[in-house]
């Protein structure tokens, strides 16, 4: 399993990214946890698995709801 969770703000309608993080793992779960402080603005997170197995693989990519501070 590989895990990579990017801090995205929106400024003027456009997404960037702020600070990422990423993860890997041999066994069956995997979870990122992290703390950032952030200023005022309109933030979400996306993140992209990737797992490989016996049967194949998967991906995506998985968007947050947006919190504006």
Do not use: C, M, P
């Not at 309608?13 to 993080?21: A, L, P, R």
């Not at 990423?22 to 995997?30: D, I, L, Q, V, W």
């Not at 603005?41 to 947050?64: A, H, K, L, P």
């Amino acid at each position: 399993i590989y895990l990579s969770s990017t801090l995205q703000r929106n400024s003027n309608g456009k997404w960037s990214d702020v600070k990422s993080w990423s993860t890997s793992s041999t066994s069956s779960s995997a979870s990122i946890l992290a703390t950032y402080q952030v200023s005022s603005g309109t933030y979400r997170v996306e993140t992209y698995y990737y797992v490989s197995g016996d049967g194949g693989y998967e991906s995506d990519e998985i968007f947050s709801k947006t919190v504006t501070y």
